[in-house]
């Protein structure tokens, strides 16, 4: 129902900057909030960034004054501006949305497929 579509991901130097996108598409209504997930190997997935319907954004601790989250209301697309990259940034990056379909109050949760990020010399 609700599809979205990752890019942006690849490999980088410490220090260096990626940015990711995420486009949404299929039965969308309005969206409440879209974020970005990571999970490295052998952790959970933790909260990057997400930000509400309202523009107030939220960052995890590890980030602030590295990452920047963005959307573009017009087409759907969420993007991840990531500077000053470290090693510890390694992970797969997921693309989350919270969205409404007409006339109902449900919400829908949706993944993208991931996308990689590796932070190495």
């Known amino acids: 129902q609700v599809q979205l579509v990752e890019s942006g991901g690849g490999l980088v130097q410490p220090g260096g900057s990626l940015r990711l996108s995420c486009a949404a598409s299929?039965?969308?209504?309005?969206?409440?909030?879209m974020g970005w997930y990571r999970q490295a190997p052998g952790k959970e997935r933790e909260l990057v960034a997400n930000?509400?319907?309202?523009?107030?954004?939220n960052y995890a601790d590890s980030v602030k004054g590295r990452f920047t989250i963005s959307r573009n209301n017009a087409n759907n697309t969420l993007y991840l501006q990531m500077n000053g990259l470290k090693p510890q940034d390694t992970a797969v990056y997921y693309c989350?949305?919270?969205?409404?379909?007409?006339?109902?109050?449900?919400?829908?949760?949706?993944w993208g497929q991931g996308t990689q990020v590796t932070v190495s010399s």
């Open positions: 989350h949305v919270d969205s409404k379909r007409r006339w109902r109050t449900a919400i829908v949760r949706s």
């Open positions: 930000i509400t319907s309202g523009g107030s954004t």
């Open positions: 299929g039965d969308i209504f309005s969206i409440n909030a």
